[in-house]
């Protein structure tokens, strides 16, 4: 993928990176800076995993501010990953938002993250979170001592102080050209990678990225947010979401893994083209199938991705396309792929089929085309009671919307005729198209 993928800048906006050991309150400020509840919040250490980035604003200037974990000296596999991610956030920041539990004080591991900090070259900004009131202000003279400048006082929950620190990071952000007006503005296409926790999601989106972006691990439930990032490709900038594992309702116990499936849900309504992950050593499951009916639900197209196809016994091979018949047969005229995320086999094979996917989803077909399908198929298959279309045009892409105009109301099975006829006329494959019928009034 590295002949075809490549990162695009984001508007050539100024870093601000939040950093800090964990449970400090770093999502918190995010999301009040941001005005919307954007990162997952939780009392649990260690929520935030995966860094996330998002455009911000205040007062005019524009910034793209980014929510790290939280940095630990030591801990398991998935901790140090989660800290080689703070580290590579913190190298690339044009200004740095260290937060600092005031509550608790200074403590070593607050020390060894200023070090990391200090060897960054980019300006700092101490935040005090947790000051409720002035009555704790006193206690952030402590953090003086960190050699990083004077601490700014705040409430990530209440809002307080907030304006003085953004005040202060605006005068530190260089200063961007703005960009050069363009005619019409490109649209960037999103695919969202979902399925079932630990399908190997992570690892394909970094795989497709070309970085090792978001946090991987044979832990379920690694990713409890949604991680997005813009490429280059050739069907121009496509944005990959990577979303957090979906499970039955009745198993999620936590809080915390109830917004990742929120936040997941959210991005397929949103998305224009849906890999959906399945784990080829389990087969199809029934949360595969309940997946599969809820992205399908959401209009978009779906590429079906059977990862860790590699451990499939030769036998069980055999089996699956009778078991994707079965099972997902429901599912209009989808690609399937068969991949290994973890070696790269066969992932080279997916950007066609999106690109198909987009180039369908933005199709727009000439009026005459169209009503030359509509009237063969009417005269193939003439509607009941006297029924005629007169009239058949496409309003709208993404996805491509149909109107028929009628002299009479046309019954819903006649309705779905006439959209396999278009489909199979026009080649959507799996792009899901929309159907309007307008009768004439006299």
Same mark, same amino acid.
Not at 265 to 270: C, E
Not at 275 to 289: F, P
């Given at each position: 993928?590295?002949?075809?993928?490549?990162?695009?800048?984001?508007r050539g906006?100024?870093?601000?990176?939040i950093?800090g050991r964990?449970?400090? &309150?770093?999502?918190?400020?995010?999301?009040?800076?941001?005005g919307?509840r954007?990162a997952?919040?939780?009392e649990?250490?260690?929520?935030?995993?995966?860094r996330?980035e998002?455009?911000a604003?205040?007062q005019g200037?524009?910034?793209l501010?980014?929510?790290?974990?939280?940095?630990m000296s030591?801990?398991t596999?998935?901790d140090k990953k989660?800290?080689?991610q703070?580290?590579?956030? $913190?190298a690339?920041?044009?200004?740095?938002?260290f937060v600092?539990d005031?509550?608790v004080g200074?403590?070593?591991d607050?020390?060894?993250v200023?070090?990391?900090?200090? &060897?960054a070259?980019?300006?700092?900004l101490?935040v005090?979170?947790?000051v409720?009131?002035a009555v704790h202000e006193?206690?952030?003279?402590?953090?003086?001592?960190?050699g990083?400048?004077?601490?700014?006082?705040?409430?990530?929950?209440?809002?307080?102080?907030?304006?003085?620190?953004l005040d202060a990071?605006?005068?530190?952000l260089?200063?961007?050209?703005?960009?050069?007006?363009e005619?019409e503005?490109?649209r960037i296409?999103?695919?969202a990678?979902v399925?079932?926790?630990?399908v190997?999601?992570?690892?394909?989106?970094?795989?497709?990225i070309?970085?090792?972006?978001?946090i991987t691990?044979?832990m379920?439930?690694t990713t409890?947010?949604?991680?997005?990032?813009?490429?280059?490709?050739p069907?121009?900038?496509?944005r990959?979401?990577d979303t957090?594992?979906?499970?039955r309702r009745s198993?999620?116990?936590?809080?915390?893994?109830?917004?990742?499936?929120?936040r997941?849900?959210k991005?397929?309504d949103?998305?224009?083209?849906?890999l959906?992950?399945?784990?080829?050593s389990?087969?199809?499951?029934?949360?595969?199938q309940r997946l599969?009916?809820?992205?399908?639900?959401?209009?978009?197209p779906?590429?079906?991705?059977?990862?860790?196809?590699?451990l499939?016994g030769?036998?069980?091979r055999k089996?699956?396309?009778?078991q $994707?018949e079965?099972k997902?047969?429901?599912l209009?005229?989808?690609p399937?792929h068969r991949?290994s995320?973890?070696?790269?086999?066969?992932?080279?094979?997916?950007?066609?089929?999106?690109?198909i996917?987009i180039?369908?989803y933005q199709?727009r077909m000439?009026t005459?085309?169209?009503n030359?399908v $509509?009237r063969?198929?009417?005269?193939?298959?003439?509607?009941?009671?006297?029924?005629r279309?007169?009239y058949?045009t496409q309003?709208?892409v993404?996805p491509?919307?149909?109107t028929l105009f009628?002299?009479?109301a046309?019954?819903?099975?006649?309705v779905?005729?006439l959209?396999r006829?278009?489909?199979?006329?026009?080649e959507?494959?799996a792009?899901?198209?929309?159907?309007?019928?307008r009768?004439?009034?006299d």
């Amino acid at each position: 993928m590295t002949d075809t993928v490549s990162k695009v800048d984001t508007r050539g906006l100024p870093s601000v990176v939040i950093v800090g050991r964990p449970n400090v &309150g770093k999502s918190t400020l995010m999301n009040r800076i941001l005005g919307r509840r954007e990162a997952i919040v939780e009392e649990t250490p260690g929520v935030t995993r995966d860094r996330k980035e998002v455009e911000a604003e205040w007062q005019g200037t524009e910034f793209l501010l980014i929510d790290t974990g939280g940095w630990m000296s030591g801990g398991t596999a998935i901790d140090k990953k989660v800290s080689r991610q703070v580290e590579k956030a $913190i190298a690339e920041a044009d200004v740095i938002l260290f937060v600092v539990d005031a509550s608790v004080g200074v403590i070593e591991d607050d020390d060894l993250v200023v070090r990391r900090v200090r &060897g960054a070259g980019a300006p700092v900004l101490v935040v005090a979170n947790k000051v409720d009131d002035a009555v704790h202000e006193d206690g952030i003279w402590e953090m003086v001592s960190l050699g990083l400048g004077e601490p700014f006082p705040v409430s990530s929950v209440h809002g307080r102080g907030i304006g003085d620190l953004l005040d202060a990071l605006a005068e530190l952000l260089p200063d961007v050209d703005p960009p050069e007006e363009e005619e019409e503005e490109e649209r960037i296409f999103s695919i969202a990678l979902v399925g079932r926790p630990n399908v190997g999601k992570s690892t394909l989106f970094n795989r497709l990225i070309g970085e090792d972006r978001a946090i991987t691990h044979d832990m379920p439930g690694t990713t409890r947010d949604t991680i997005d990032t813009v490429v280059d490709t050739p069907s121009g900038p496509i944005r990959f979401l990577d979303t957090a594992g979906m499970r039955r309702r009745s198993r999620i116990d936590e809080d915390t893994e109830f917004y990742s499936v929120v936040r997941a849900l959210k991005a397929v309504d949103g998305a224009d083209v849906a890999l959906l992950v399945i784990d080829s050593s389990e087969g199809i499951t029934q949360q595969d199938q309940r997946l599969a009916e809820r992205i399908d639900a959401a209009g978009c197209p779906i590429v079906l991705v059977f990862n860790k196809w590699e451990l499939v016994g030769s036998e069980a091979r055999k089996k699956f396309p009778s078991q $994707i018949e079965r099972k997902l047969g429901f599912l209009p005229q989808v690609p399937v792929h068969r991949i290994s995320a973890l070696t790269g086999k066969a992932v080279e094979k997916l950007m066609p089929s999106m690109s198909i996917a987009i180039d369908a989803y933005q199709q727009r077909m000439p009026t005459r085309k169209v009503n030359d399908v $509509i009237r063969t198929a009417q005269q193939a298959q003439p509607a009941p009671a006297g029924a005629r279309v007169l009239y058949a045009t496409q309003g709208a892409v993404h996805p491509p919307t149909f109107t028929l105009f009628t002299n009479k109301a046309l019954p819903d099975h006649y309705v779905r005729y006439l959209e396999r006829q278009l489909r199979d006329a026009f080649e959507y494959g799996a792009t899901p198209i929309k159907i309007r019928v307008r009768r004439r009034t006299d």
